[in-house]
């Protein structure tokens, strides 16, 4: 069996999957994380430059969306052909292309973690994005664009889903759901239905260990 090790920040992020993958099949691996004050002096390690990255004995995995679906493949919790796994692939990227830029900087502006990086920092995302609320209009036009298309999937998928089976996207949807609570007090009287299916998810028995031992996360 390989040794896994996986690189990333001490928050949920996109770390969180291979986290909830490894655990629902029960699988040892490591789970470096660092605090955002101590990535300038780990960013040197990454090839990239960006986390996280999966160490498989000698090989490295770089890119969320590559190491989601290695995993995937490797404990079962792929599509059943390529179509369901296109359809991950897609919901996947569309919520990185939706949180992208204004949309994203809010999310991290909004969290406590904003505060844990050197002031100038500020300084920058204030003067290229403006300050939270003018940054909130492009996180609500993502939130109402991307929620709806996630309910229309799940309707047709009819199994309670995102496609014919627990997978990846499952895991992924249920936490970028928790964040969006985090960020958006309204957001269960907008989309009833999708805390319905988070807390359906997350009541998947492989996983209540780590659920209920994990280090909170804002997101």
Known sequence: MPKYKLNYFDIRGFGEIPRLIF???????????????DWPEVKHESETGKSPWLEVDDERIYESGAINR?????????????????????????YKDAFKEAAGIYMWVKSPYYNQVPV????????????????????????????????????????????????????????KIETAMNLDENFEKKF???????????SEPKIQEYLKNRKESFY
């Open 120 to 175: 100038f920092y500020h300084e920058i995302v204030e003067k290229q994005y403006g300050k939270l609320e003018d940054m909130k209009p492009k996180y609500d036009e993502a939130i109402e664009f991307y929620w709806p298309l996630v309910q229309k999937r799940l309707d047709k998928s009819g199994t309670g889903f995102f496609v014919s089976k627990l997978s990846w996207a499952d895991f992924f949807l249920a936490d």
């Open 192 to 202: 009833p239905k999708m805390i319905e299916y988070k807390n359906r998810i997350h």
């Open 70 to 94: 290695y995993l995937a493949t490797t404990f079962g919790l792929a599509g059943k052909d390529p179509m369901e796994n296109a359809q991950i692939d897609s919901i996947f990227d569309i």
């Open 23 to 37: 655990n629902y099949a029960g699988q040892e691996f490591e789970d470096r994380r660092w605090a955002y004050p």
